[in-house]
């Protein structure tokens, strides 16, 4: 079974009105200070760990781009060196184009970096100002042209003020002709205490069916590109889908580093402060930063395999229940499959919510998790 590295980089330019992610747009000048807790944090781990093979690498934020990329280079050896990362392991990083230059991505690749992620949001600058972003269209097409070649995926948002399924389209068109391989297309969820929460509560986004509306639009466009969608958010190139995020839908093991950072290994939970100065004092005092952790019963594990497996285009696989846990899913699911079978397509083995129904999966899932 795979098994996925995560680090969390929380500094960034600006805060998005949208982020609700633990980021610091105020104390870039801790990255070094903090880097060096993340290799230290890194260490602390690398005995308990001895034996796991890793075969992703994923670092997010926060902007990871905004710090200087030698920090990044050093990151990498450090993984390599603590753990048995795969000689071919998936190493992803997220990008801002708008802190981006060639001699940074060239850093990139040199260090082993073979996947990026590129938060374009949108090919319209208005949208791009409204939202908070540093960069414009032009910055993300300037991005892309140095990634010529690579393996890389643009993030899409929906569901911001006066988005239509134009505006969406577009987006889209604009992100396949850059070169992206890969499409993340995200619904905005406005989070209370985030800057655009205002517009929610004053009913200046699109409503839930509005949303739905933009969905199908981009959907309908990917699928005319020949991107092919994997997970409800998650349209791919053949063969281009992200090895880091496929293991967590498959309730693969998964180890996180830095503030904010989760973790879930030997079917234990656990997550790292989201205080950065607790989290400098935990790892300066020779302390794991965990302050949650919980171990997960049957019960639980059965509830999310079922629950990330119906949030993919693969489904579900009975005999993989039964690998796992032992039991016949058709039996221990018997009454909510009776009830959403409309929205299913069973074969065999096999467990799918059908494609027309896969953006409202959640209304679908929450029925196994009731019963």
């Not at 075969?55 to 030698?70: A, C, F, H, K, N």
């Not at 993340?184 to 209370?192: I, N, V, W």
Request: hydrophobic content about 35%.
């Amino acid at each position: 079974m795979m098994a996925g590295i995560y680090v969390h980089i929380p500094f960034c330019k600006s805060k998005c009105s949208y982020c609700d992610f633990t980021s610091y747009p105020d104390k870039l000048c801790y990255a070094e200070s903090y880097m060096a807790c993340v290799y230290r944090e890194m260490s602390f781990r690398s005995d308990e760990l001895k034996g796991r093979s890793f075969d992703t690498l994923y670092i997010g934020g926060g902007t990871p781009s905004v710090i200087d990329e030698s920090y990044i280079g050093m990151l990498v050896a450090s993984a390599r060196k603590n753990f048995s990362l795969s000689k071919d392991a998936e190493v992803t990083i997220e990008l801002n184009p708008g802190t981006v230059t060639a001699d940074k991505i060239s850093f990139y690749k040199k260090c082993g970096i073979n996947r990026f992620s590129v938060g374009l949001q949108s090919a319209i600058d208005g949208q791009l100002e409204d939202i908070g972003r540093i960069h414009t269209a032009q910055d993300f097409k300037d991005c892309a042209a140095l990634l010529k070649g690579e393996n890389f995926n643009a993030d899409v948002l929906i569901g911001l003020k006066g988005q239509t399924a134009g505006d969406v389209v577009y987006t889209i068109d604009f992100a396949a002709e850059a070169g992206a391989s890969h499409i993340s297309m995200y619904a905005l969820t406005p989070e209370d205490g985030t800057p655009i929460y205002t517009d929610y509560l004053n009913g200046e986004l699109p409503d839930g069916d509005e949303v739905a509306s933009l969905y199908e639009a981009g959907y309908a466009r990917l699928k005319e590109l020949g991107f092919v969608r994997y997970e409800v958010s998650n349209f791919c190139k053949p063969g281009k889908g992200s090895l880091h995020n496929l293991n967590y839908w498959r309730r693969g093991e998964y180890i996180g580093f830095g503030v904010s950072a989760s973790s879930c290994i030997d079917n234990v939970r656990f997550t790292n402060t989201f205080d950065l100065d607790e989290y400098f004092k935990c790892i300066l005092s020779g302390h794991l930063p965990v302050i949650t952790s919980e171990e997960i019963d049957e019960e639980g594990r059965k509830e999310e395999f079922v629950m990330l497996a119906l949030r993919t285009s693969f489904g579900l696989d009975a005999s993989e229940y039964k690998r796992r846990f032992g039991g016949d899913f058709f039996k221990d699911y018997s009454a909510a499959l009776k009830k959403t079978s409309r929205w299913l397509d069973v074969s065999g083995n096999n467990v799918r919510i059908k494609d027309e129904f896969l953006f409202v999966q959640n209304s679908i899932i929450v029925e196994f998790l009731e019963g």
